[in-house]
């Protein structure tokens, strides 16, 4: 039986919906524009679940965006509060593992 994913508020029945969902919010973003409101709390309840989330967050995120990443796919990218930017897998943050 599936296991329900939590991220911040929001409960998805299945890791799949979970998935669906978090596609949606990085399809409907414009690149390289700030996520702003409700997606960026999101984005940031899910990426404390990433396996190296300390890392990731760093000072702390100023923003996140949406960015081609290689094979012309998209991803999240983070800027943190000092500038310093790294992109997170959030497959990784739904699995809590590398």
Known sequence: MAKPHTIGSRTFDTQAAAV?????????H???????GDDHAFLLELLKKHPRAAEKIGVGVKHFT?????????CFYIT??????????????LRGRD
């Open 66 to 74: 949406v960015e081609k990443a290689e094979g012309g796919t998209q």
């Open 30 to 36: 414009p690149l390289l524009e700030p996520i702003r």
């Open 20 to 28: 669906a969902f978090i596609q949606e919010v990085l399809y409907r």
């Open 80 to 93: 943190r509060a000092d500038g310093s930017r790294s992109d997170f897998s959030f497959m990784k943050c």
